[in-house]
C-alpha cells in the first residue's frame, strides 16, 4: 500500500471514514489499511469534532484529517468534496479489513461490473466482532442478510465502493438526518442500477448491540425502517436520541420512541394513517422473505427455505390482501406495545 504525496501520481482510491470520538476503534482501521496491497490510496478522516484525541490519532497514523459539520452525511459529503481519486470507498470507524489485498481485489471487481453496467456500487458480507457470548442465531442471520444483496439489506457498515461520477448523479449523501444516509444512497442505487457484492468479508463490530440491548436495538431497527418508509421524517428528525452516536451509546428502552410515535401518529389526519398502515404492510410483506432466512440460519448446513420463498410465495404475498392484513397487524402491535410501555 503507498499513500499519495504532492508530486507523486494520484491515489486509485480516496478511503473516506466519518468519525466521531473514535480514538479507541480508529487506529485499528488505519492499520489495516496501511498494509493493503497492490494499490495507491489516500485516507481522509472527516472529524465531526472529536475532543478524544480522534483527529490527532489519525494524523499521526498518516492520514488526512478534515473538520466536517456532526452527522454522517454531512461528514461524508465534505470527505467526497476532498477526494482526489476516481474511485471512493465510505468505511465506518469501526470496521476492520480482513485481507491485506482486499481493497485491490475488490476494486477490480467493481470496475468489471462497472464496464458492464451504467451504474453500480459495491459493498462486502458482514463478520460481526463480538464481546460476549450469546445470541449467536441473531448475528448469523444478520450476517447472511448482510450477503443476501437484497434491497433494504445494505448499510454503511458493509463498506461502499462506488465511482465519485457515480456518486455525484446520486446526489451524494442524504444529509437531512444525522443517520440513514447510507439506507436512502442505497435505495437509489437498487432503484437505478445494481450493488456488487465485494470478495471476502468486512468485520463490523457489535459495540452497539452489546452496549443498547440486542432485542432493543433490533426493534428501535425496525421502527427506524418502518417510519422511513412511511414518510415519518418529522418523527425521526424530532428525536435526538433515536440514533446515539457510538460514545453516548447507552441501555435503550423502547417505551420513550413507543410513546412518541403513537402520539405522532394519532396527529395524523384519518386519510394519512390508513395511507401510513398499507404503506407498513407493504413493507412488511415485501420483507416476508427475512423469515426464511431466519429458517436457513438456523439450519446452515442445509439452506432452502428461502429459495422455496422466493419460488412459492414473493410473488403472491405482494397482492391482496396480504399488504392490507399485515399493515392492520402492525398498527395492532403498535398500539399494544404503547399500552404495555410506560411513558416517558
Same mark, same amino acid.
Given at each position: 500500500?503507498?499513500h499519495?504525496?504532492?508530486g507523486?501520481?494520484?491515489?486509485?482510491?480516496?478511503v473516506l471514514i466519518?468519525?466521531?470520538?473514535?480514538?479507541?476503534?480508529l487506529?485499528l482501521?488505519l492499520?489495516?489499511l496501511?498494509?493493503?496491497?497492490?494499490i495507491?490510496?489516500?485516507?481522509i478522516?472527516?472529524?465531526?469534532g472529536?475532543?478524544?484525541?480522534?483527529p490527532?490519532l489519525a494524523?499521526?497514523?498518516?492520514a488526512?484529517?478534515?473538520?466536517?459539520p456532526?452527522?454522517r452525511?454531512?461528514?461524508?459529503?465534505a470527505?467526497v468534496?476532498a477526494?482526489?481519486?476516481?474511485?471512493? $470507498?465510505? !468505511?465506518? +470507524?469501526d470496521c476492520?479489513l480482513t485481507?491485506?489485498?482486499? %481493497? /485491490?481485489t475488490?476494486l477490480n =471487481? @467493481?470496475?468489471a461490473?462497472?464496464?458492464?453496467s451504467a451504474?453500480?456500487?459495491?459493498?462486502?458480507?458482514?463478520?460481526?466482532?463480538r464481546?460476549r457470548?450469546?445470541?449467536?442465531?441473531l448475528f448469523r442471520?444478520?450476517e447472511?442478510?448482510s450477503?443476501?444483496?437484497?434491497?433494504?439489506?445494505v448499510?454503511?457498515?458493509?463498506?461502499?465502493?462506488i465511482?465519485a461520477?457515480?456518486?455525484?448523479r446520486l446526489?451524494?449523501f442524504?444529509e437531512?438526518l444525522?443517520f440513514?444516509?447510507?439506507?436512502?444512497l442505497?435505495?437509489k442505487?437498487?432503484?437505478?442500477?445494481r450493488?456488487?457484492?465485494?470478495p471476502?468479508?468486512?468485520?463490523?463490530?457489535?459495540?452497539r448491540?452489546?452496549?443498547?440491548?440486542?432485542?432493543a436495538? $433490533?426493534? !428501535?431497527? +425496525?421502527l427506524?425502517?418502518?417510519?422511513?418508509?412511511?414518510? %415519518? /421524517?418529522d418523527w425521526l428528525r =424530532? @428525536?435526538p436520541?433515536?440514533y446515539?452516536?457510538?460514545?453516548?451509546?447507552a441501555?435503550?428502552s423502547?417505551?420513550?420512541?413507543l410513546?412518541?410515535?403513537?402520539?405522532?401518529?394519532?396527529?395524523l389526519?384519518?386519510p394519512?394513517q390508513?395511507?401510513?398502515w398499507r404503506?407498513?404492510?407493504a413493507l412488511?410483506?415485501?420483507?416476508?422473505?427475512?423469515?426464511?432466512?431466519?429458517?436457513?440460519?438456523i439450519s446452515p448446513?442445509?439452506?432452502?427455505?428461502?429459495?422455496?420463498?422466493?419460488r412459492l410465495?414473493?410473488?403472491s404475498l405482494s397482492?391482496?390482501p396480504?399488504p392490507q392484513?399485515?399493515?392492520?397487524?402492525?398498527a395492532?402491535t403498535?398500539r399494544?406495545?404503547?399500552?404495555?410501555?410506560?411513558?416517558p
Open positions: 500500500m503507498s499519495a504525496r504532492r507523486q501520481a494520484a491515489p486509485a482510491l480516496s466519518p468519525a466521531l470520538n473514535e480514538a479507541e476503534t487506529p482501521l492499520a489495516d496501511s498494509t493493503q496491497r497492490g495507491r490510496i489516500e485516507i478522516v472527516a472529524d465531526g472529536s475532543d478524544d484525541g480522534t490527532q494524523r499521526r497514523q498518516r488526512r484529517v478534515i473538520a466536517a456532526r452527522g452525511g454531512a461528514q461524508l459529503n470527505a468534496a477526494a482526489r481519486a476516481p474511485w471512493l $470507498l465510505c !468505511l465506518h +470507524a476492520r485481507a491485506a489485498d482486499q %481493497l /485491490v475488490a =471487481a @467493481l470496475r461490473a462497472h464496464s458492464s451504474l453500480a456500487a459495491g459493498h462486502w458480507p458482514l463478520r460481526f466482532d464481546k457470548a450469546g445470541y449467536e442465531l442471520q444478520l447472511a442478510k450477503a443476501s444483496n437484497r434491497p433494504g439489506t448499510n454503511g457498515d458493509q463498506g461502499l465502493l465511482h461520477e457515480t456518486l455525484a446526489g451524494g442524504d437531512s444525522p440513514y444516509e447510507d439506507q436512502r442505497a435505495a442505487i437498487f432503484a437505478l442500477g450493488f456488487v457484492l465485494l471476502g468479508a468486512l468485520q463490523t463490530s457489535a459495540r448491540f452489546e452496549t443498547e440491548g440486542h432485542s436495538r $433490533l426493534a !428501535l431497527m +425496525a427506524i425502517v418502518g417510519a422511513e418508509h412511511a414518510g %415519518l /421524517v =424530532a @428525536l436520541t433515536l446515539r452516536a457510538q460514545h453516548e451509546a441501555p435503550l423502547l417505551a420513550p420512541f410513546h412518541a410515535l403513537s402520539v405522532h401518529i394519532a396527529s389526519p384519518p394519512q390508513r395511507q401510513l404503506d407498513t404492510g412488511l410483506t415485501a420483507n416476508a422473505w427475512q423469515l426464511a432466512l431466519l429458517l436457513d440460519s448446513a442445509s439452506p432452502r427455505w428461502l429459495r422455496r420463498f422466493d410465495l414473493a410473488t397482492k391482496a396480504w392484513l399485515a399493515g392492520q397487524a402492525m395492532a403498535i399494544l406495545a404503547t399500552v404495555l410501555s410506560k411513558p
